[in-house]
């Protein structure tokens, strides 16, 4: 067998520079701004938030906490449904908590990057736990991450910015 | 100054493996199956079309080559704006030639994400010119890049693969 010493600039050792340069970067560093409606809110109203905001996916909180998501693919299945847009409330079309893949501060790009892969979702809510009552946690919505931020710090990556 | 001799392994260095890495990546190499419907179809087949394909936006033909493209956001849109969605065809609603963004086999997928980026779109149908007649040029549609395939990248990338 070969023996193992000095060192072989392979492929395969820029790929795992790439994989470790990729793996140091946070949630924290590179999430936007969430936009939220409240559960209230009409699905007309919601709609409009998205359209003014021009983003993909809107999060709805109740009493301030993240209650549900609700994509442009969900309004658009509703839309054509025949529901009343403006006297239903958004809270009646949307993913309802538990059921909402969430990302943190302190988690790797890469991790939320697999979570959009397998779960086949556009974009996360990047939330903060909070106890709001004995045994009983919340999520305060304090970001997100989507395809588009990712599609950015891929170009950013390869302009070597 | 400090005598530039030797080598440094410094996070720039990294850097560069990374953009280098990047910039070998091909459209052809990453490109998937596109999902197209013809000019004459009505804007609610077209949004039946995107449902069972599952996919963000669909590209338009008319005798065969690209025409226009058209998103969630233009059905959406439309879909409140009470247009007849049976009878209307979706070439009213679309973003027609010369105005679409495309991209070519040859190019690099950083390039394609680029335009993804600068103009503020999710999907480029991936084409191939061909001539119809003297002096006249059309895009026959080969494939589709989106911010899924750039996420889906990343992932690839980040997990070393």
Redesign the interface.
């Known amino acids: 067998a070969r023996p193992k010493v000095g060192y072989f600039y392979t492929g395969k050792t820029?790929?795992?520079?790439?994989?470790?340069?990729?793996?140091e970067i946070k949630v924290a560093d590179r999430k936007s701004v969430p936009i939220v409606v409240d559960e209230e809110s009409s699905i007309?109203d919601a709609?409009v938030t998205m359209?003014l905001e021009?983003v993909?996916t809107i999060y709805v909180t109740s009493g301030g906490y993240l209650s549900g998501v609700v994509s442009?693919?969900d309004?658009?299945?509703n839309?054509?449904g025949g529901l009343d847009?403006y006297k239903t409330p958004v809270g009646v079309i949307m993913t309802r908590m538990p059921n909402i893949v969430v990302t943190t501060l302190g988690e790797t790009v890469?991790e939320a990057?697999?979570k959009?892969?397998d779960h086949?979702i556009?974009s996360l809510p990047v939330v903060e736990e909070v106890s709001i009552k004995e045994g009983e946690k919340a999520y305060k919505v304090i970001g997100r991450i989507t395809?588009?931020t990712?599609?950015?710090?891929?170009?950013d990556?390869?302009?070597?910015e």
Chains 1, 2 share one sequence.
């Open positions: 820029t790929l795992s520079f790439i994989s470790e340069k990729i793996r007309y709609i359209f021009d993909g442009r693919k309004f658009l299945k839309a054509i847009l890469l990057a697999n959009l892969i086949e556009d395809k588009t990712i599609t950015r710090l891929f170009v990556l390869g302009n070597n």
